[in-house]
């Protein structure tokens, strides 16, 4: 074997022998992770930004759209962290200001929970949700356009509709509402009940299909107890006889909680949410 220079194949340098070697600067031990199907495989940490968005860096963009998660569920809170440094950078890469950044929320998938439990699919949606404290995001959201057994579920039409409306608000600053019910807030009221507040309400809350499902309570054991909740103008009261002191509601909470109907008056259905913050 030989090395060669790329002009001129006449000084071609032997390369068998001993090899001597030199640390230039010692920046800390960094271990690649280990790829089971080589430097091919799509996970590898550079290879989709070397190969997809690097090539694109010079056009002009309005702004992008983010549909993926699923293979974060394990690691919500790693999530919460990488996107947003994820979306800065590049917006760094290409110089171009803040552009707009709409994400699609995980849309339900698997078997329901007959009992409310800890789920990383809620997690992640949480982190997904928290991005939007980064400027000039939005999201829409699919709590209620999964399928059980398709984790790509077929329904893209209200995706998109919902996404246009989102984009309308975020890239062209147009008034509306760009998303459904999002909770911002709670009172612990006498009578062993939970009031909800929202943003997003537009002209008004509604339960589609029947009373309003998968909302849960817990007390201070932490274990949480499926509840009975009403539409109280702009607000929401969550209560059960299983907790007569409530500390926190949940809404939504699990891989694949079938049949959410909480949505506001434009038909926009509410992201799953959590009042606490105990590990899920």
């Known amino acids: 074997m030989h090395l060669h220079r790329a002009d001129d194949d006449s000084d071609a340098l032997p390369l068998a022998g001993e090899w001597r070697y030199c640390v230039e600067h010692n920046w800390g031990e960094v271990v690649p992770p280990v790829q089971e199907w080589g430097t091919g495989n799509p996970n590898s940490p550079h290879i989709l930004f070397d190969n997809r968005l690097a090539p694109l860096i010079p056009y002009g963009l309005r702004g992008v759209v983010w549909y993926?998660?699923?293979?974060?569920?394990?690691?919500?809170?790693?999530?919460?962290?990488?996107?947003?440094?994820?979306?800065?950078?590049?917006?760094?890469?290409?110089?171009?200001?803040?552009?707009?950044?709409?994400?699609?929320?995980?849309?339900?998938?698997?078997?329901?929970?007959?009992?409310?439990?800890?789920?990383?699919?809620?997690?992640?949606?949480?982190?997904?949700?928290?991005?939007?404290?980064?400027?000039?995001?939005?999201?829409?959201?699919?709590?209620?356009?999964?399928?059980?057994?398709?984790?790509?579920?077929?329904?893209?039409?209200?995706?998109?509709?919902?996404?246009?409306?989102?984009?309308?608000?975020?890239?062209?600053?147009?008034?509306?509402?760009?998303?459904?019910?999002?909770?911002?807030?709670?009172?612990?009221?006498?009578g062993g009940r939970i009031r909800c507040w929202f943003r997003h309400v537009g002209g008004g809350l509604e339960s589609r299909g029947g009373a309003l499902r998968h909302f849960a309570l817990a007390g201070r054991d932490r274990i949480f107890y499926w509840a009975d909740a009403g539409i109280e103008g702009e607000t929401i009261t969550v209560s059960s006889p299983l907790v007569p002191e409530p500390i926190a509601v949940r809404y939504a909470w699990a891989n694949s909680p079938e049949g959410c109907n909480l949505y506001n008056k434009e038909g926009l259905p509410a992201p799953p949410f959590r009042s606490d913050s105990w590990p899920a």
């Open 68 to 190: 993926q998660g699923e293979s974060n569920v394990g690691e919500p809170g790693l999530y919460r962290r990488m996107l947003p440094l994820m979306i800065q950078d590049w917006r760094r890469a290409w110089g171009q200001g803040d552009f707009p950044f709409l994400q699609v929320q995980l849309a339900n998938f698997g078997a329901p929970s007959p009992q409310p439990e800890a789920s990383g699919w809620a997690e992640l949606r949480e982190a997904q949700s928290g991005v939007l404290e980064e400027t000039a995001t939005g999201m829409a959201v699919a709590i209620d356009i999964g399928e059980s057994s398709n984790i790509h579920p077929s329904n893209k039409l209200d995706v998109g509709k919902r996404l246009a409306l989102s984009a309308l608000a975020v890239a062209y600053g147009q008034s509306g509402i760009p998303s459904g019910p999002f909770f911002s807030g709670m009172q612990i009221e006498p």
